[in-house]
């Protein structure tokens, strides 16, 4: 058996634009981060399922209902396609997926506060199929892992539906003063947790290996900024308010409101008037997950634990 690469080794591979292929090919450090990436994006996928099936009960009709399941069939296998890469890499996925304390999952905090609406199941196309996008799409065109890269040539054309499913819903309600209302609500406690979906700022982060071997292209705050460069001007185009704004001198999109700020879950209402918080206490926030985090995660083991059950008293 060969010894691991180094990180130089690794780094040199990569110089030569030659892909990493496998776990011959990583040093420790590439394959630790590799596993961390790819967990947070298996568990984004698969919680969206649950997430998206408690708002999708909510659909005005039947072709409706069968778009946002069509959504959720996706996602559950953008998420199918991520937990085999893990196994692929030595990762006991049955462990990971089936018997993992919820509050270890790795996913935003967003999809912990419910959907409990189709207006709030479109705004989520719209802001968080759109982050998701960006986010894979940065990795598809950057990743040094090739596995990975040639598996999201089919997740990002499907990520591009979800989001434009909700752009279209939010164009066809829009004109309407009711519906308008309704969106501009799901907007008013969804947008700044979007906002929060690509992690801590560049300068408090903690892992520097994505950037390091490649495994994405734009940091953090690059791609918070790409993913504002496009849904503020989007809202803005529809009518509806959002507290941001491009600032000219800096040439670059800025919160308009104190942020990070405390955030209410069970009335879904940020706590503006109490001013700014640290990203510290933010990390105490999502570390302690949402309401909504054991019922999704039970929603995801239910089954797997029944057949154990069924398969113990044959």
């Not at 009960?57 to 399941?69: C, E, K, W």
């Not at 040094?144 to 054309?157: C, H, N, Q, Y």
Request: proline fraction near 5%; glycine fraction near 6%.
């Amino acid at each position: 058996m060969h010894a691991p690469l180094t990180d130089a080794e690794v780094r040199e591979r990569i110089s030569q634009h030659r892909l990493i292929e496998g776990i011959e090919h990583m040093s420790p450090a590439y394959l630790e981060g590799m596993k961390r990436i790819l967990t947070v994006s298996a568990d984004t996928e698969l919680i969206s399922a649950p997430a998206y099936f408690h708002a999708a009960r909510h659909a005005p009709n039947l072709n409706t209902f069968g778009s946002a399941i069509a959504i959720i069939q996706d996602e559950l296998g953008h998420a199918h396609i991520a937990y085999r890469l893990l196994r692929d890499l030595g990762v006991d996925t049955e462990e990971l997926v089936y018997r993992r304390d919820p509050i270890k999952w790795k996913y935003p905090y967003a999809f912990d506060v419910p959907l409990d609406s189709f207006y709030e199941l479109i705004v989520a196309n719209a802001f968080y199929d759109r982050a998701g996008y960006i986010l894979l799409s940065d990795v598809y065109n950057s990743t040094t892992f090739g596995p990975w890269k040639r598996a999201l040539v089919k997740v990002d054309k499907e990520e591009t539906f979800h989001l434009r499913h909700g752009e279209q819903w939010v164009r066809k309600l829009a004109p309407d003063p009711a519906e308008h209302e309704r969106l501009q609500q799901a907007i008013d406690w969804m947008f700044l947790l979007t906002v929060e979906w690509f992690g801590l700022p560049d300068d408090l982060k903690k892992h520097t290996e994505q950037l390091d071997f490649g495994f994405k292209g734009k940091s953090n705050d690059g791609l918070r900024q790409q993913w504002m460069s496009t849904a503020v001007p989007f809202c803005q185009q529809h009518g509806f308010t959002v507290p941001a704004h491009f600032d000219d001198a800096s040439q670059r999109w800025v919160v308009d409101c104190a942020f990070p700020a405390a955030f209410d879950e069970k009335h879904k209402r940020w706590l503006l008037e109490d001013g700014a918080i640290s990203w510290s206490d933010v990390m105490v926030r999502w570390k302690h997950r949402g309401p909504m985090n054991e019922a999704f995660v039970a929603h995801v083991q239910r089954g797997n634990r029944g057949l154990a059950k069924l398969l113990e008293a044959a």
